[in-house]
């Protein structure tokens, strides 16, 4: 202690000190497997010596990382709206130039540098709104229930926001599926909501079944007050397509059991199974009649950074609101303006996403092939790693339908399992860390996106699954063992 | 009631179920005067006649919206750094190459569109460090403790999100200035935390004394847990500028105190007036040697939205931390990593700003002639508005010192109050409405900034105060008033 008799305090912040919401949070996309990777590659550039010569990052979603090109109409038209003056550089297409002065104009000063409306550029909404009728077969959309965001997730944890509410056995819980992209657990640990789990069918394909989102929400309700039901379709980290039938039905539940929906559909343009299509949750919603679709309320969330864009960087996504009280929406409004507004380069990438290049217009025929090409690559490593990760003994991995990702299931060898357990680690991280340290490659264990009790799994991002990816995977990490077809898997033994 | 049994539950989500906390939330400076202001410029639009045809808005510190042009050199990198294939171009300068392909080799995969990593890219933090340390005389920055943010705001709810703990007179209490920034009432209620109000001094130009800290911190902790004491230097909306001496007192408090120091300085490099000098938080605390440098722990906000910059849209943003408890800072890469990443172009923006160009660079000369233009405009603004209003009979404003507002006092006709409080509003607020309705300038009322009771203010963007300003504002909203200086204010009198 000193003359001034402070220093005996100690820090004012100390993890006992601090929120312990936020201490409960995890985020294991980029948890600690991510951490120590990112040390790995460190110490690969200072010159240590490893087993391998770079990582393999296949724990999110970063497409651009992983070497998909951008859009050429998309970047030409954000470098104009940077530096206007190249408006008079007679090397761009005239409907990229148009397009960069129909964004500035909406831009106050005519700077993308300046705020916008805290819900986002007018135009953009409009825009958004229109792209929304096209999707839906002309089902109506209106600007005003449009929302800009930084990225899907700034809306997600926005309505997640306004939902949660109560103490004790009358707190807000929120339906969550289980396997789950780990964003919702994670704001609602920081939001002190409760977490209702129901969990998907694996045997069948990671479908979602009416049945076990009643046994969740009836044990639930013995201990808070569900009021949120979240779907993530296309699947994240799962991969499945919901089908027509199965979203109906969950509407259904929704309004039987007067749930708020929330609809993560940032994957909606990523669907590569045959016979699979992406059916938004507004449009069924529409289609099933006035009984629903002017009573439930819904949000659906898209987003910039994936499908054949993967902008990821840039932060752009939207939200459309569905019968929200209008009360409630002032104060939506309100509570997104604290943040005066999402970041006005991701807004104006959003515009050109929702409103591409027509077929009467120069950089068409350009942004055609780039879209299709690197649709049709995704389509390519969707089925690759179905098929390549089927043949591994001892990992079972459903059809990967749509989205970016496949989550197989892994057998663990009891040996490894108990050896998991001494070190105080869930059986499948120490599997991934296992796989980083040895081989290089960077997954997520399946613990951080939930998974049935005794089960373990991984998830990888597909475009990872080339031939020398599986190969390292084969060798890795408990030792090779062989098989009819070669030398082959990790997983089969333990030491 | 229908045959479903469901219709009759009414809205899941409504003002009465939804989070109570959000519902406390206001934000003045997009409040119902700025969606007024918003409808009348609508209104405008589709023909309707008023008093006037355009409106001003003063309302927020939007520079490239009121015409403050962008930094030559920062657009050109952005869009090389947007579109690459321009690297080829010969008409950049080399230096806007060199400096883009530094940026795009720093991204993953060479792309902007690539997510970074949580607290920003390191190569950005190592160029962030190093000009800290320029701007303070050599002392130390490790990039360790650099995170990059969307804009300051950003920053500032996340350091908030992870120091509010504790229940009922055990909750966290949090100092801040009174004139304020609403953000801060604005985070603090949205986390039910406790807001311990400390006035500045407006007949010392909105100094800030010691001894009103003490008051404010004796009689809160009757009722709360103080625990963090917020500064805004320089000051948003009162524009004073702390004197070093200042500093050091509010040091040693918030040491004797335990207090977490939460330094918003955005306005750095916003100070005009002759004598005022911007001391940085950092700086102060070290050079008081090793008894405080050593212990107290002090977050600093910095942003790219102010300043000879104004790109606002960009939101680009640093905060420093200093004697961060290494395992709370564990708990803030985790809870930054939630958001995967600040926006990649205002990241890229702030590599500029704390790396602009050298002598010996050809962008040289043009980015001293723009940055020195700007900053003489503002300088000259923040004398004009002090001139300026302190003429209108009624006003009194303290001399705009740094930052971007004044926020005069100003003297209500007792019969406005009267009217005021009739129709449930704050006299200022009726006043700003009064003067929007009738004259089309927009400004935001005090009371939204918070003031001493019985006082009234509003605050204006200093560069709105142009002569045409001036004489809308003498002849409104409460009828004209001879004086010497001739056909003069509005505040006077009431009919």
Redesign the interface.
Known sequence: M?E????H?G?????D????N??R???A???PIVQRA?QIEKELREGVKKPFTEVIKAN?G???????K?ITFF??V???C??PE?LE?N?FPEDVKNRARRILQA???G????????QGIELIRNDVARYIERRDGGIPCSPDNIYLS??A??GI?TML?????GEGSSRTGVMISIPQYP?YS??LA?LAAVQINYYLDEAKCWSLDVKELRRALEAARKHCRP??LCIINPGNPTGQVQSRQCIEDVIKFA??????LMADEVYQDNVYAEGCQFHSFKKVLFEMGP?YSE?V?LVSFHSTSKCY???????GGYMEVV???P??KV?LT??V??????????QALLDLVVNPPQPDEPSYATFIKERSHTLAMLAEKAKMTQDILNQVPGISCNPVQGAMYSFPSIQLPPKAIAEAKEKGQAPDMFYCMKLLEEKGICLVPGSGFGQRDGTFHFRSVMWILKVFFIKKLTAAPFGPVKTDSGSFVPIGRFH
Chains 1, 2 share one sequence.
Not at 11 to 15: M, N, P, Q
Not at 161 to 165: F, H, N
């Open positions: 000193t001034n008799g402070f220093l305090h820090k004012v912040l100390t993890l000190s601090m929120n312990p936020v201490k949070v995890e985020y996309v980029r948890g990112v999110i970063d497409c651009h990382a992983m070497g998909q951008p970047r030409q954000l470098a104009l940077s530096y190249l550089d090397k831009c106050a000063g700077s993308i540098g300046s705020y916008s409306a805290s930084a990225g997730s700034d944890m926001k306004l939902l949660v509410s964003l994670a704001g920081e009021r949120v309004a039987e059991e007067n749930l708020f009984e009573k309320e864009m993967g902008e990821c960087g840039f932060r019968n929200l009280d009360e409630v104060q309100k509570l303006s604290v943040r005066l507004c999402p970041p006005v380069t991701g």
